[in-house]
């Protein structure tokens, strides 16, 4: 199965020591690796489908500190959908003006939705089919932008009938607030004030991050397996979906 990570912030913030430990992951996960960084309506998106352990690309990703409020990453383990570029998440497309940003984590079998012009995967992957779903239904349920809420309310609606094909981990980002949903495997932390050192689990590496951070800095941290060996990760139960806005799970 393929890798998450997902990070929502009050700020912007780089995310180059939990990628560094995420990367490492790829020993297992080779097929591939993206991540997506929001820059107010913008987004920096890098792909590969070389194994993030030894891609140049990824490599330019640890040492460029590119600072964002809402950032996905995904390491990917070939289900569906052959290796190549077209089949490398994070998928980007857009709707009501904004841009969207996807990675799955599962395995969706016998999906195969009906979708109109609007929304159509370029790859073959199970993943880029359940986006274009997604946003078409987000396009009949809502004439234009609606609100966290009103979205989180929808999506969640939405995330039953395809995890019933399957296992539907994934993180889904407008720039606005990052939502993450759990059928398997999903973790998540806010880290704020006050910050302590972490340790990451796959990397000889420690960081203490109240020498880089501000009192009134504080960021979700959503993962698929926990980061750091001394942080206390909080498991997603299965079936949940929770939206992050300014760094913290907002009750909808």
Same mark, same amino acid.
């Given at each position: 199965m393929c890798q998450l990570l997902g990070m929502n912030g009050n700020t912007p913030t780089d995310i180059v020591f939990s990628f560094t430990g995420f990367a490492t992951r790829a020993a297992e996960h080779k097929d591939g690796f993206g991540i997506a960084f929001f820059e107010g309506p913008g987004v920096r998106c890098f792909v590969d489908h070389t194994s993030a352990s030894t891609s140049p690309v990824a490599a330019m990703v640890k040492r460029y500190p590119i600072r964002s409020r809402q950032v996905i990453a995904h390491i990917r383990k070939a289900t569906q959908g052959r290796v190549a570029l077209e089949n490398t998440h994070p998928f980007v497309? =857009? /709707?009501?003006g904004r841009y969207?940003?996807? &990675?799955h984590n599962g395995d969706l079998k016998d999906f195969h939705p009906k979708l109109h012009a609007a929304f159509h995967p370029v790859g073959d !992957? #199970?993943?880029e089919r359940a986006l274009c779903w997604l946003l078409q239904e987000l396009a009949k349920n809502h004439a234009s932008l609606p609100s966290v809420q009103? $979205?989180? =309310? !929808? /999506?969640r609606e939405l995330a039953a +009938? @395809? &995890?019933a094909h399957g296992s539907f981990n994934f @993180? $889904?980002?407008n720039g606005d607030a990052l939502w993450a949903h759990a059928s398997t495997h999903l973790h998540w932390l806010v880290r704020q004030h006050p910050f302590r050192s972490a340790r990451l689990q796959d990397e000889d590496l420690t960081v203490n991050f109240a020498e880089l951070t501000t009192p009134e800095d504080r960021v979700a941290v959503i993962v698929t397996e926990p980061l750091t060996a001394d942080e206390a990760w909080e498991a997603f139960a299965p079936g949940e979906l929770k939206v992050f806005q300014g760094g913290v +799970? $907002? #009750?909808y």
């Open positions: 497309r =857009e /709707l009501w969207w940003v996807f &990675a !992957t #199970d993943s009103h $979205l989180t =309310e !929808t /999506l +009938p @395809l &995890a @993180l $889904l980002s +799970p $907002l #009750d």
